[in-house]
């Protein structure tokens, strides 16, 4: 059985490519921290319109929430990494899952740093192509491009390559 913990950015960044479905496609049991859902669905949020998926998602239990136990070691931490960052990683320990979606570099480098294993979106989007769950990972890098979601053009041409797809 596979469990991940994802944080925020990777579930809008697979809203805006119309593909959170691959989440639960291609783990059995994804869980997000209760901080990731507040900052979600948070009416300040960019994404406020897409509240209405997330809220779907949850009730249909695709996506389960789960509260940190261990606050007062989120509080010490905080300031390093945002609230959610340090909740996926800290509640990743706490249920013993081991793998960890996350996007930010800093909050990748911590989670490995604790001994978890981390995906971000593109490694979601290059195991949905090796799971045949998408024929290419080029138009959805693109789209997330057009959408203003941050990928280097080091990393979307390391990723091209992965998958073994040409540059343009």
């Known amino acids: ?27 059995d049991e994804v869980l997000i921290p ?4 507040e900052e979600l669905t948070c009416i300040r949020t960019l994404y406020c319109h897409h509240i209405n998926e997330i809220d779907n998602t949850i ?23 945002h609230t959610g960052e340090l909740e996926v990683i800290v ?22 740093s604790m001994l978890l294993d981390t ?20 138009q959805y890098l693109d789209e997330l491009i057009r959408n203003h979601y941050r990928i280097s053009t080091e990393l979307y041409d390391k990723a091209l390559e992965k998958a073994g797809e040409k540059k343009a």
């Open 1 to 27: 059985m596979i469990r991940v913990v994802c944080n925020a950015s990777p579930i809008i960044g697979l809203i805006i490519i119309k593909n959170l479905k691959l989440l639960w496609e291609l783990f």
């Open 34 to 37: 209760h901080a990731v859902y």
């Open 91 to 112: 509640g990743a320990k706490e249920q013993g899952i081991r793998t960890v979606i996350i996007d930010e570099r800093a909050a990748r480098n911590f989670a490995s």
């Open 59 to 81: 009730h249909s239990g695709k996506i389960k929430i789960f509260f940190v136990k261990n606050q007062e070691f989120i509080k010490q931490l905080y300031g390093r990494l």
């Open 119 to 138: 995906l971000g979106i593109i490694g979601v989007l290059q195991l949905a192509k090796t799971n045949n769950k998408i024929t290419e990972i080029r």
